[in-house]
């Protein structure tokens, strides 16, 4: 079992910056053999990928949308998976998760994940 927990959330004007973490917590083997990925959820709208990170060699992937302005990182010593946050724009506001899947396979796909956090909140006020 891996337990998640965000942090970093907040209000910010547009165009500013955030930076979000992950702590993970669980039995051994922990977060160095998982894929770490960030999801977030907009009022009315359904979860969606923002970026994933590969366990073995720390492969990226980004959804467009985001592609260029965030960066996802993992400290695997410090169980810590982060997303740097630049250039916010007001679309960014939502719920952001981290979630976490056994192996290697990166995917951006959200039931593929077995593990998530509670969220932490980014409004991004324009």
């Known amino acids: 079992q891996v337990q998640l927990v965000e942090s970093g959330g907040g209000l910010v004007q547009a165009g500013g910056s955030l930076r979000l973490s992950c702590a993970a917590s669980?039995?051994?083997?922990?977060?160095?053999?998982?894929?770490m990925a960030w999801f977030r959820q907009a009022p009315g709208k359904e979860r969606e990928f923002v970026a994933a990170?590969?366990?073995?060699?720390?492969?990226?992937y980004y959804a467009d949308s985001v592609k260029g302005r965030f960066t996802i990182s993992r400290d695997n010593a410090k169980n810590t998976l982060y997303l740097q946050m630049n250039s916010l724009k007001s679309e960014d506001t939502a719920l952001y998760y981290c979630?976490?899947?056994?192996?290697?396979?990166?995917?951006?796909?959200?039931?593929?994940?077995?593990?998530w956090g509670q969220g932490t909140q980014v409004t991004v006020s324009s």
């Open positions: 990170i590969s366990w073995i060699i720390g492969s990226t």
């Open positions: 669980g039995r051994a083997p922990i977060f160095s053999s998982y894929t």
């Open positions: 979630a976490a899947r056994g192996g290697p396979a990166v995917t951006r796909t959200e039931n593929e994940y077995d593990y």
